[in-house]
């Protein structure tokens, strides 16, 4: 299958300053690109087709001890592969899978490609006396190796880097209790590469966007609770999820006056969809001011007046600036299309792992596409959103509020739920065409984690108690982290691995 970009025009960026006139241009750009998207999305037939899966996959790379190895420009060299790019730390790249039919076998094919572009880049990052790791906060990333020396030197992070400071006026502000309290501040974006993704890109028929996005909206809390693998940030125990909370924070360009009043460009998002897809897109231009800004020599609306597909350079690129946890994607190529960007899930702990998850969270949105009316009519927005914090925050340990219940809303243990959601989403892939043999042993691993509670965080938890009293945190945090390295490289599922007696 033709390769296709992530939908956001990251690479137009070639500049880290821009003045007025650059972003009064740019904002203008923005309110035509809105306009021929709307009129794009009224032709009929236009993004039509099968549904896809592709997937980004984000790395940590490490040095011998496990701690942070800032060679990415070195390391995506020496890999010579395509699909490996830089990402805004100079400790993480990012892997672009192959975008693959949703009928078939598609998650075996990306377990494979994630096992395959992981260990090209971990051969790469051996030349350097490292390697790579799939978690999602590095517990022993310390706070002297972030900083404006940790951000990747390309244009586009340079510029957000920029911009966002400009907008902001004061530091950052990290603010997250968990068992134990951090408050830190920040003058840069380094923050954000503290935190890696799993993000997966379904592609969408136009007409049946809606009701697709609102079922991710719903979906993506249980799903949150089961793959859970970030519980520590400098070195502090926080969120089964605190990249959900970190994120956030990392890159709020609002200072304290300014939060009362405009959204943050990270959130769950402010409602549910009604119409169209346009709905996104055209509120990320009303709500955002542009960070970035790459204003090419397309006019928009004449080319949809034409019947061409726009490029729409300048949205994507916009859209690349505000960071909802489910989100929409407008792609040019191959005559264009529509995906939702399912945005939450962490980075590791493996392979298997990661494809169980997708899954899991790409059966659970299809089933709950099904009748998404009736959930939303049942379930206000902001109970979904209220849901997506709570498994964030606790993970299986969680109560999350179920609209999966004749008898209406009811709080159920995230545990208790997610066993009960397997057998739907697992035959809401097989009616779409994934083979039985491609969800089996996934479904196997999905149910071996929930039954045990031993999520990547739970592990990475236990491991750290056991070890602590002996060791002091932080050299409990650097051997645990090695012991993960080890595991992950058996490619064994997070629930199997053994913990220190």
Known sequence: MPRTTNGMGMDEVDRDAFDDADNDRMRAR??????????????PGWGAGPPTVGAELELFLIDGDGHPLARNAEVRARTDDPRVTLEVARFNVEGNLTPVALAGRPLTALWAEMDEIMAAVTRAAAEFGGGAVAIGTLPTLAADELGDAAVTDAPRYKALDHRLGILRRQPYRIDIAGEDHLVAEAT?????GANTSFQLHLRVEPER?????NAAQIATAPVLAVAGNSPFFLAHRLWDETRIALFKQSVDHRDDLARRTTPSR?????????RSAIEIFADAVQAHEPLLTAVSDEDPRAAVNVGAVPGLSEL???LSSVWTWNRAVYDPLEGGHLRVELRALPAGPTAIDMAANAAFLLGLTLAVAEDVGVWTRMMAFEQARDNFYRAAESGLDAVLLSPFSRAGLEPVPARELALRLLDPARASLLEAGVEPDD?????????GR??????????QRDTVAALEPRLGRDRALAAMTRRYVDAAASRAPVHTWPLPS
């Open 316 to 318: 994507r690129t916009h």
């Open 30 to 43: 923005l309110r035509q690109c809105v306009a021929a998207l709307d009129t794009l999305l009224r032709r």
């Open 266 to 274: 990270v959130s769950f998002g402010g409602r549910w969809l009604e």
């Open 450 to 459: 929930i039954t045990s509670g031993r999520t990547g965080a739970r592990w």
């Open 439 to 447: 969800v089996t042993a996934l479904f196997a691993v999905l149910e």
């Open 209 to 213: 966007f809606v009701e697709t996005y």
């Open 188 to 192: 840069d974006v380094s923050l954000e």
